[in-house]
T-cell receptor, first 112, second 115 residues
Framework: GDSVTQMEGPVTLSEEAFLTINCTYT??????LFWYVQYPGEGLQLLLK?????DKGSNKGFEATYRKETTSFHLEKGSVQVSDSAVYFC???????????FGKGITLSVRP | EAQVTQNPRYLITVTGKKLTVTCSQN?????MSWYRQDPGLGLRQIYY???????DKGDVPEGYKVSRKEKRNFPLILESPSPNQTSLYFC??????????????FGSGTRLTVV
């Protein structure tokens, strides 16, 4: 079945550091890929998405490129801020039932 | 404002006492789904519904029931809660275009504790 693997966390960075969060997937067919963010005490918000190979999703300075050859969708940001502290989930959707398959999530803490 | 509303936000209950977590969306979405979030496991789908009166099991349906009598509502029912159902629950809805979902909106979550 479908699966999403995220790098182990938590991750702690200093403000303005470069961020990479790795995500790889296994899926049949051609999944759509997503990054969701969960701020403390809140629900999930869509951060960015890509629906086909080589698409780049971007939002709020974050980027991720759909790499079919490496089955990856790594999240990057050039300069993190304290306000980026949250839990980040990589997810994919494939199949007719619209199910999102999530990775385990990774907690990012950014210190001033 | 377009949103998915879950109630309650927090609930502490005792083993075996039936409870219902409500979910309502105001976006006329066809698709609705329930997930549970547990540390180290991410989010796992419990049940989903493609439209009114159409529901199906997700990955972890045991101990849960759902119904979809109206398009806007998708309650999650725990007939006899047990401590292993202590978790953070999210409802989500999605709009479809030509048979494919094009956006997902999540509720704010319900933190359930079963003692």
């Amino acid at each position: 079945g479908d699966s999403v693997t995220q790098m182990e966390g938590p991750v702690t960075l200093s403000e303005e550091a470069f961020l990479t969060i790795n995500c790889t997937y296994t899926a049949t067919g051609y999944p759509s890929l997503f990054w969701y963010v969960q701020y403390p005490g809140e629900g999930l918000q869509l951060l960015l998405k890509a629906t086909k190979a080589d698409d780049k999703g971007s939002n709020k300075g974050f980027e991720a490129t759909y790499r079919k050859e490496t089955t990856s969708f790594h999240l990057e940001k050039g300069s993190v801020q304290v306000s980026d502290s949250a839990v980040y989930f990589c997810a994919l959707r494939s199949g007719a039932n619209s199910k999102l398959t999530f990775g385990k999530g990774i907690t990012l803490s950014v210190r001033p | 404002e377009a949103q998915v509303t879950q109630n309650p936000r927090y609930l502490i209950t005792v083993t075996g006492k039936k409870l219902t977590v409500t979910c309502s969306q105001n976006m006329n979405h066809e698709y609705m789904s329930w997930y549970r979030q547990d540390p180290g496991l991410g989010l796992r789908q419990i049940y989903y519904s493609m439209n009114v009166e159409v529901t199906d099991k997700g990955d972890v349906p045991e101990g849960y029931k759902v119904s979809r009598k109206e398009k806007r509502n998708f309650p999650l029912i725990l007939e006899s809660p047990s401590p292993n159902q202590t978790s953070l629950y999210f409802c989500a809805s999605s709009r479809h275009l030509r048979g494919s979902p094009i956006s997902y909106t999540f509720g704010s979550g319900t933190r359930l504790t079963v003692v």
